[in-house]
């Protein structure tokens, strides 16, 4: 194996988020239970700003690691591949419910996955085009749409309850 097959092998381990996309048991969503764990983390822990530069950056860096993959493997929306699920699932608690109890954090982080999973499963309204994307655009843009159908369906949903979302404290 040369170098430059290593190195896709490396990225291409990055892009399954190894071993969570090699899961017997549905790896898209296991991935998305990451990115709701390690999402929630860092937006309980960095301001929301920051927080938008890394999840900008992070779906950037995702997209090249799909290309990677698909370099390296030559498939079609390779079911391995999650780190376009956890770039979805970061995108869809930005909806969640800014509290200081913990209950409402987790129900709405609870809210956020099942909506989530709900767009990127089911593929309603135009996500099924994004998924038809050439390489690893397509990879990458169906989970995207998702993710902002999660994030404006669960925003509808708590503000209608008078609740504080993450994303209003970008105007506060």
């Given at each position: 194996m040369s170098i430059n097959q290593k190195f896709l092998l490396y990225l291409s381990r990055l892009a399954e988020a190894y071993p969570i996309g090699h899961s017997k048991y549905a790896p898209g969503t296991m991935g998305?239970?990451?990115?709701?764990l390690v999402g929630c983390f860092l937006i309980l822990n960095l301001d929301i700003q920051f927080y938008l530069i890394f999840l900008i950056i992070f779906i950037i860096i995702s997209y090249f690691l799909c290309e990677a993959h698909l370099k390296l493997y030559n498939i079609n929306d390779p079911k391995e591949v999650v780190i376009d699920e956890i770039s979805g699932q970061f995108i869809a608690i930005l909806g969640c419910v800014q509290s200081d109890k913990s209950i409402y954090i987790f129900l709405s982080l609870l809210l956020s996955f099942i909506l989530f999973r709900f767009f990127d499963i089911t593929k309603v309204?135009?996500?099924?085009?994004?998924?038809n994307l050439p390489n690893g655009i397509g990879i990458m843009a169906d989970d995207i749409?998702?993710?902002?159908?999660?994030l404006v369906t669960q925003a509808a949903i708590l503000t209608?309850?008078?609740q504080n979302i993450y994303i209003?404290?970008?105007?506060?």
């Open positions: 998305s239970l990451i990115g709701v309204g135009p996500i099924k085009k994004f998924e749409v998702a993710g902002l159908f999660a209608s309850l008078n209003k404290t970008l105007w506060n």
